[in-house]
């Protein structure tokens, strides 16, 4: 779709969008109230994320979500109350254990395709050698 430059552009800035993709967004919103509303919600969920990099305004975030008629949202912010500490932390601290993660995953791929034809020094091998 031509009318959007590139994936951030809706929820991040809105000078990105084309002139038609502007439109659209425009009239789409007039529309319906519903969309306009969780736009606006999830823009600021964006800003928070990965513009300010900061936790300050999430507990406001999950009480207007919460006061929302928007069940999809509501269920977000239930899944993010249930591990809240970890959620408010990856706002505020600038590491993750992404690669710890990834690499959990490889370890597991590599074994589920030799289960049952490998012992364990042919799995720990080919884990060295993937790794480097």
Known sequence: ME???D???VFGDKQKLT???HDILDELCRQSEILNQTWFIVRQFWQM???DRNSDGLNEW???VNNS???ELQGFVNGLLQDFEPVKNAFD???SNGPVEGNVNKLKTIKRQMYGHASLNLLERRLVLSLS
Request: positive net charge.
């Open 3 to 5: 009318a959007i430059k």
């Open 7 to 9: 994936s951030n552009a």
């Open 19 to 21: 002139k038609q993709g």
């Open 49 to 51: 994320m990965l513009r």
């Open 62 to 64: 999950i009480s207007t």
């Open 69 to 71: 008629s928007i069940p």
């Open 93 to 95: 601290y600038p590491w």
